[in-house]
């Protein structure tokens, strides 16, 4: 049986939100796509600057943002790490 990416999309992003720091305060900004929107420039310099950063970013995105030295918060780079790895598990 052949389920859509809607399907899928569907159940990715409810238990996304359900990890515990994905709460987002009430009346306030999400902390993590504050920290992606603060490193985006920082970021794109790194993987424009060598072919070898963009390869590396294309294999593993999350060990090529901590080489880059982005200035994200541990707990931030945690949780992308987090929501990523439970998308993977949907998508296997």
């Known amino acids: 049986m052949f389920l859509s990416a809607a399907y899928y999309e569907k159940i990715m992003l409810l ?10 305060p009430p009346g306030g900004t999400d902390p993590l796509l504050e920290q992606l929107d603060k490193v985006e ?3 794109q310099q790194w993987i424009a600057s060598s072919k070898k950063n963009a390869d590396w970013f294309r294999r593993d995105p999350l060990a090529a943002m901590r ?3 982005l200035d994200m918060e541990d707990d931030i ?3 992308l790490e987090l929501i990523t ?3 993977a598990r949907k998508l296997k």
Do not use: H, M, N
């Open 41 to 43: 420039r920082q970021l």
């Open 85 to 87: 790895k439970a998308i």
């Open 67 to 69: 080489a880059a030295g």
């Open 15 to 24: 238990e996304v939100f359900a990890l515990p720091r994905r709460k987002t």
């Open 77 to 79: 780079i945690l949780e």
